[in-house]
């Protein structure tokens, strides 16, 4: 669990589901891994022996992550300048990661955008700013690994994606559009691909606690003794808020040879709460 308030500090413990040793020799390659969720798959993949790169805008956020990542794991974890929109960017980190370890087995896009705000009052940058960064993202990080070692030597690719757009939530119409896309081209990257050795799937996570998206997105939710938590737990079949380490362990499945007939669906890792979701509590925000 993180401490002091952090939430990307690395578990002080982990209990291994699979072996060890499952990703050895593989290479993983992480947008937004320098925190939250794609933080916390990156620690889980090199407890499992794996190599990570890990990129995102913020050079110097990455480089300290890596450092926290390697210290903790005893792994190689390299960290690269890169933002998601640009395609430019994006071939130059995928050259520097395979300069660095020859392959790219692994592809989590993770990296992503969120806010709240009604649909009447967002603006037409900030709609397009979301897909660019989510959907548009998840497209030209998944294009520039195929052309530059995917297509000749297979992989797996992991699309981290919501549960908004299966029911529809208020103050999420930008957001829940972006994941429902990349619902979609998984799908049809799935099909296309599946001839190069190569399954893409998503994860759908639900409310994970210790990250900056349910802090800035829960609200008053968080806070264990306000109503809005209790309703929350409710809305939770499994009875309690989901872990980052959750997310990625089920990522660990989908990469690994557990996961090898698994391509082109959607792995919901949120306690059940997509079922029972009530929208009243945003719905009020309006």
């Not at 995928?94 to 790219?104: E, M, Y």
């Amino acid at each position: 669990m993180a401490e002091g308030g952090d939430f990307d500090v690395c578990l002080q413990s982990y209990k291994y589901v699979y072996r060890p040793d499952l990703l050895k020799g593989k290479v993983a390659f992480i947008t937004g891994g320098g925190s939250g969720i794609g933080f916390r798959i990156a620690e889980v993949f090199m407890r499992h022996q794996c190599t990570v790169v890990i990129a995102s805008r913020n050079l110097e956020k990455v480089k300290a992550a890596a450092a926290k990542l390697e210290r903790a794991t005893g792994g190689k974890c390299l960290a690269l300048p890169m933002d998601v929109r640009k395609a430019d960017q994006i071939l130059k980190a995928v050259d520097d990661a395979l300069s660095h370890f020859n392959r790219i087995d692994i592809l989590v896009n993770n990296a992503a955008g969120n806010f709240l705000c009604p649909a009447s009052k967002l603006s037409f940058n900030a709609f397009k700013t979301v897909m660019e960064i989510d959907a548009h993202g998840t497209f030209n990080c998944s294009k520039a690994v195929f052309e530059k070692y995917m297509k000749d030597h297979g992989g797996s690719i992991v699309n981290i994606t919501a549960t908004l757009h299966h029911r529809g939530v208020p103050l999420q119409t930008h957001a829940g559009s972006a994941k429902a896309a990349i619902d979609a081209m998984t799908r049809h990257l799935a099909v296309e691909w599946g001839q190069y050795g190569i399954r893409i799937n998503c994860v759908a996570p639900g409310p994970i606690g210790e990250t900056e998206g349910m802090r800035r997105l829960g609200g008053s939710q968080l806070k264990k003794t306000t109503g809005s938590y209790d309703r929350l737990i409710r809305d939770i079949p499994a009875g309690r808020m989901g872990t980052k380490e959750d997310i990625a362990n089920g990522a660990v499945y989908l990469v690994s040879p557990a996961g090898s007939f698994v391509t082109g669906t959607n792995l919901i890792v949120d306690g059940g709460h997509w079922l029972t979701q009530s929208s009243s509590a945003m719905q009020a925000r309006l």
